[in-house]
Structures are given as C-alpha cells and as structure tokens.
C-alpha cells in the first residue's frame, strides 16, 4: 500500500504529465476527482472528472464521502472521492491522488505516510504561457487562476518532493523514479 499526492498550480501540466505515468505504470491507480465546474471539451465523465452538481457534492461533503474538498478559484468544487481511495489502498495498489493545495494539506492531517509532490513549472514566464497557450479559459478566468498559482508557488517548501515539469518526458522520468515500481 502506496499512496501519492501530486499537487502543482494551472497549466503546470497535471494532467498530460499523470497520463504518461499511467501508461508506463499500468496497475497504478488514479484517483478521480469529483468537479461542480462543466466539463471541457473532448473531457469524459468519470474518465477526467465525476462532474456533479453542487446539491450532490455538498451532499457528499455531509455524508464524509469525501477524503479532501476545496472550493477552486473561488468558484468551483473539487474533492476526492473516499471510498474508492480506500478500497484501492486494501487491495494493495499504489495510488496517484491529483490534488490542489488545500486538498493536499487535508490528506497531509488524514493520512500522513502519503508522499507529497509538488510539480512546479520551470518559470512564471513559462507558466504564464502554457495557460494562456491552452486556451480553455477566458483573460478573467486567466488572472483568477495566476492569482491563486502565486499562493501554490509560495507553498512548493511544503511538499516532500518538488519536480520541475521542464519538459513532459523529463518531468515523467522524474516521476517514475518517484512513483514506479522499485527495483
């Protein structure tokens, strides 16, 4: 029984980094998070995100089915589902949680023994771009997500382990040296 949180500000690259780790590692499990925002295009229901209404999240909330939960750029929720981390952790599979910053100080109360890493971008200018570049989100949108990626930048000390996404590929290597199975 393994568990990773990996924690990084927008555009950092979560995602696409978490998905070549999946493929290089095919028994880890990845958490997926619950979402009240609307989906982006060419994402799938309970592939990316459960999107769920907020009646249904803060219903969860209530009930202790959620193992972290935050409210995100002031706007929309996010947590993680506590069963299915759980069950996933008794059956002994190595665990991948992607997590904002209050969620990864919440496990980091709850269950103390998971790894926390921080994955940081190689500069503000670089990170400044690769939201912009994406193009999923308005200029207001834009500042509200930079606002809150100062605050995750100034807790990378927090973290256990710091990965610079650089480049994807490098980014993965590091991971999996973190993450994969040891030899």
């Known amino acids: 029984m393994q568990a990773f949180v990996l924690t990084g500000p927008t555009a950092v690259g979560k995602g696409t980094v978490i998905a070549e780790l999946v493929k290089a590692i095919p028994d880890l499990w990845f ?22 209404t907020h009646e ?9 089915q959620m193992l972290e939960w935050a409210v995100v750029h002031g706007q929309n929720k996010y947590g993680t589902p506590r069963g299915p981390v759980e069950k996933a952790l008794s059956e002994g599979h190595t665990v991948l949680l992607e997590v904002d910053l209050d969620g990864a100080r ?5 269950m103390p023994e998971v790894t926390q890493i921080f994955l940081a971008p190689p500069s503000w200018e670089e990170l400044e771009a690769r939201l ?8 207001a949108e834009q500042r509200r997500r930079l606002e809150t990626a100062k605050v995750e930048l100034a807790a990378e000390g927090e973290f256990d382990v710091v990965v610079v996404n650089n480049t ?10 973190i993450v994969g199975p040891k030899r």
């Open 31 to 52: 958490s997926v998070s619950a979402t009240t925002r609307s989906p982006r295009p060419g994402e799938v229901d309970g592939k990316n995100y459960h999107f769920i």
């Open 56 to 64: 249904e999240f803060d219903h969860m909330v209530a009930d202790g």
């Open 106 to 110: 919440q496990i980091r109360k709850s």
């Open 132 to 139: 912009k570049g994406r193009g999923t989100e308005g200029e």
């Open 168 to 177: 994807v590929a490098q980014a993965t290597e590091d991971l999996l040296k």
